[in-house]
């Protein structure tokens, strides 16, 4: 059974930096796209960044580029989310999330509700 477990959340001051962990069980993360999601109070979940595993390619959406990078470490069946510069409109609720697809990253990431497997989520909060 596929899970995905987020760890590394917490609270961060305006301009520092997190690095949020997805460690993946129950499956082999090849042919899998594996997605950062985020969603504040009030707002709709938002893809934030995205690696389809079988040739890394990646998509960040704009409100992160240059600021966030997702990256692996297929020794430990994890991806990981590295947050710089972070700003308080950042502050969300981080979701991992996982789905076998042969689509490109840029096609999927954008719609959470084409992801099918969800971990529990990790809360991020960036304040002074």
């Known amino acids: 059974q596929l899970q995905l477990v987020e760890s590394g959340g917490g609270l961060v001051q305006p301009g520092g930096s997190l690095r949020l962990s997805c460690a993946a069980s129950?499956?082999?993360?090849?042919?899998?796209?594996i997605g950062w999601f985020r969603q504040a109070p009030g707002k709709e979940r938002e893809g934030v960044s995205c690696m389809r595993l079988s040739d890394n390619s990646t998509y960040d959406a704009d409100s992160v580029k240059g600021r966030f990078s997702i990256s692996r470490d297929n020794t430990k069946n994890t991806v990981y989310l590295q947050m710089n510069s972070l700003k308080p409109e950042d502050t969300a609720v981080y979701y991992c999330?996982?789905?076998?697809?042969?689509?490109?990253?840029?096609?999927?990431?954008?719609?959470?509700?084409?992801?099918?497997?969800w971990g529990q989520g990790t809360q991020v909060t960036v304040s002074s």
């Open positions: 129950g499956f082999t993360l090849d042919y899998y796209i």
């Open positions: 999330a996982a789905q076998w697809s042969i689509t490109t990253v840029q096609a999927l990431c954008p719609y959470s509700n084409t992801f099918g497997s």
